[in-house]
């Protein structure tokens, strides 16, 4: 644990040198757009937790073991917190390049879909508490909501909103230093999800250790 929150710290600390030294400035957006980094970065944290949400939830309901349950709960509300980072830097990034802090585009409305879908989940989860069968349904909820995830990258490439596009077709590509500085944001974000994950299943852990505990006294 301490190699891996070491490695976190110098790859947290290389991806803000790269971010705001490295990488030079965009020639039209200027220096705003070094936030593109840290809003990728939440981009690419969101979408891998919502999909660990996903396989977890799915062993879940195969096996009935409780370790899929709590991945899917600790993913799922840090993959809440970096959507809703997603969503701020990407108004902060909007307002002085498009004059708007948001707008109804398909991107940004599958997002904010997106978003709510994963808090109804946490709510649905909360309210489970030990009841198998509700965190089954919640279980099933996380399931249908994933399938608003790649609905949010397919909608870009289907009709342009003001989200650019920098990967695959119709992108418009990225210079080889900005490329560099986002792949090392990446694994600082990366790594940060796993001990972050690591930590909330922990928590989960001693949470239901201490409640086993409880009923042995009882």
């Known amino acids: 644990m301490i190699i891996l929150l070491v490695l976190t710290v110098i790859s947290i600390i290389a991806s803000l040198y790269a971010s705001f030294i490295y990488a030079p400035t965009e020639l039209v ?6 936030i593109f980094y840290f809003h ?4 690419w944290v969101a979408t891998v937790a919502f999909t660990t ?8 309901l195969k096996s009935g073991k409780r370790k899929w349950d709590i991945l899917a709960l600790s993913s799922a509300e840090i993959g809440v917190l ?6 701020i830097t990407g108004s902060i990034w909007a ?18 879909i997106l978003w709510i879908l994963y808090i109804v989940y946490l709510i649905l989860r909360s309210v489970a508490g030990d009841n198998v069968k509700q965190a089954r349904f919640a279980a099933v909820f ?3 909501a994933f399938i608003d995830l790649p609905l949010v990258y397919i909608s870009a490439r289907l009709k342009r909103g003001i ?4 990967f695959g077709p119709g992108g418009g590509g990225i210079e080889s230093k900005m490329l560099i500085t986002m792949l090392i944001t ?5 790594l940060l999800f796993i001990i972050l994950l690591k930590q909330r299943i922990l928590y989960e852990k001693i949470k239901d250790n201490l409640r086993l505990l409880k009923s042995r006294a009882i």
């Open 29 to 34: 957006m200027g220096d705003i757009q070094r």
């Open 40 to 43: 990728m970065g939440t981009v």
């Open 53 to 60: 949400v996903f396989i977890a939830s799915i062993m879940f």
């Open 82 to 87: 970096f959507i809703t980072l997603t969503i």
């Open 95 to 112: 307002k002085p390049i498009w004059g708007t802090w948001w707008t109804w585009d398909p991107q940004l409305t599958t997002t904010f």
């Open 142 to 144: 996380s399931i249908i």
């Open 163 to 166: 989200s650019p596009v920098v």
């Open 186 to 190: 990446f694994l600082a974000c990366t």
